[in-house]
């Protein structure tokens, strides 16, 4: 199994501050996505990123892959506290996407 | 959650007995896929399948079982084979693109 490790388990920081949350995989991957989900609630993906690409941006969100390390990372800047949930990083090769345990992030007002 | 609808969001049954989890959705996706997750946990892949009357096994497959008749739906029922069957369980589907989209979810509680 392919699955991505997210890294810290659990975060929390102050409104307006910075958010970073770390993935390591195991095997090749043809993408990583990250993906958001709010308490009791379906997942809502954020962005994807192409095993050829190194970084990528959208909104307040950047997502940084290094292949030759095999992890991803994804900073959420000047947080709010709507930015409060779970994130998922999802890695796709050979099989369909397999998801990470998550970070929980905790922003507080 | 878009065009995706689970339905009911909240399920309780009695060990021993089968129970259907419906997934519906109007985005004209063809793959569609079942997760199942517990507290704490990431996503498990159940049952996903990529085109009509034709479905593959996931991760953890036993205990439960699909059909995809039409490409709206992709029911999946939880049998009494499937020893701890307590859990949120989640529909997605994927269009041409890669990513997934989600439905709510259900809870389903089995006492």
């Known amino acids: 199994s392919q699955q991505g490790e997210e890294d810290p388990q659990a975060l929390s920081i102050q409104e307006g501050e910075n958010a970073t949350m770390n993935c390591s995989y195991k095997?090749?991957?043809?993408?990583l996505q990250w993906y958001r989900q709010n308490s009791g609630r379906g997942l809502v993906h954020l962005i994807l990123?192409?095993?050829?690409?190194r970084e990528k941006h959208s909104g307040r969100l950047r997502v940084t892959l290094d292949t030759s390390k095999k992890s991803s990372s994804l900073l959420i800047t000047a947080s709010r506290a709507a930015d409060t949930a779970s994130y998922f990083c999802?890695?796709?090769?050979?099989?369909?996407?397999?998801f990470g345990k998550g970070t929980r992030l905790s922003v507080i007002a | 959650d878009g065009g995706i609808t689970q339905s009911p969001k909240y399920l309780f049954r009695k060990e021993g007995q089968n129970v259907t989890l419906s997934c519906e959705q109007n985005?004209?996706?063809?793959?569609m896929y079942w997760y199942r997750q517990d507290p704490g946990q990431g996503l498990r892949l159940i049952y996903y399948?990529?085109?009509?009357?034709?479905?593959q096994k996931g991760d953890i497959a036993e205990g439960y079982s699909v059909s995809r008749e039409k490409k709206e739906s992709f029911p999946l029922t939880v049998t009494s084979a499937q020893k701890n069957p307590t859990a949120f369980y989640l529909c997605a589907t994927a269009g041409t693109g890669y990513e997934q989209y989600f439905g709510p979810g259900t809870r389903l509680t089995v006492t």
């Open positions: 399948s990529q085109i009509v009357n034709d479905f």
């Open positions: 985005l004209n996706h063809d793959a």
């Open positions: 999802a890695t796709e090769g050979n099989t369909p996407l397999v």
């Open positions: 095997t090749s991957i043809n993408n």
């Open positions: 990123i192409r095993s050829n690409e």
